[in-house]
């Protein structure tokens, strides 16, 4: 790769990942990048498939094991902070199931290492995504307008890029996928200058079966409205 990686940490929450999880690690790490691989829980063979990419690159993966399954929230939060304690420069969330495009991740990092902006959001490309996907990242972009007054392409984008500094000054609570609306608060609150960049999807039967639906934007929404009052 042209650009310098050194500093940039790829924060991977994986929960019952086997499928996927040993490929996007060997990827990834082949690229150069270091990685903090969060198991969050997994009650299939990810640990295992996970320590075996860490054995070939034992330099650049890093494994964070949650005992029970705390949701993607706090596997963020962990990885985030395991990041930072390694002297991180740049965290880039990315997810385990093979959704994201490898060379996304030089350009969600490119405004953060040219210090254009501290966080950059992936947007992904409405139209490719399937329909029930569609709508629902729809309400929560609304949604997130509403309640935490800043507006966004893509809300529930897995794939964020953060400056340390911003990384050190955003603080999420939320242990599942409300996670994602928070982050866009949280860069909202602490004034963090952002971006965001289009970013390329890989849809299968799996990874439309994941993420933001209708119950658990109803959940997401409670949320939203219990931290007005708060």
Request: proline share 3%; glycine share 6%; no cysteine.
């Amino acid at each position: 790769m042209k650009e310098d990686i050194n500093g940039v940490y790829l924060v991977i929450p994986a929960y019952n990942e086997e499928k996927h999880v040993k490929k996007v690690l060997s990827d990834v790490a082949n690229l150069g990048y270091k990685i903090i691989l969060v198991n969050d829980g997994s009650k299939d063979n990810t640990l295992e498939l996970a320590r075996e990419v860490q054995k070939l690159y034992p330099n650049q993966v890093f494994i964070v094991s949650h005992v029970i399954n705390r949701g993607l929230g706090a596997a963020l939060k962990t990885g985030m902070t395991v990041a930072l304690k390694h002297g991180a420069q740049y965290i880039i969330t990315f997810d385990a199931d093979g959704q994201h495009a490898f060379e996304d991740i030089s350009k969600v990092a490119k405004p953060l290492m040219e210090n254009k902006a501290d966080a950059v959001i992936g947007s992904r490309v409405f139209d490719d995504m399937p329909r029930t996907k569609h709508f629902a990242n729809d309400v929560m972009n609304i949604l997130t307008h509403i309640f935490y007054g800043i507006k966004v392409k893509d809300s529930q984008s897995g794939l964020r890029a953060f400056s340390a500094k911003a990384a050190k000054e955003i603080n999420v609570v939320s242990p599942g996928y409300g996670v994602s609306s928070e982050f866009i608060k949280e860069i909202k609150d602490n004034n963090i200058k952002f971006d965001e960049i289009p970013i390329t999807t890989i849809y299968t039967d799996e990874t439309q079966h994941k993420g933001t639906n209708a119950i658990v934007g109803i959940k997401i929404m409670f949320k939203m409205i219990i931290d007005l009052f708060r």
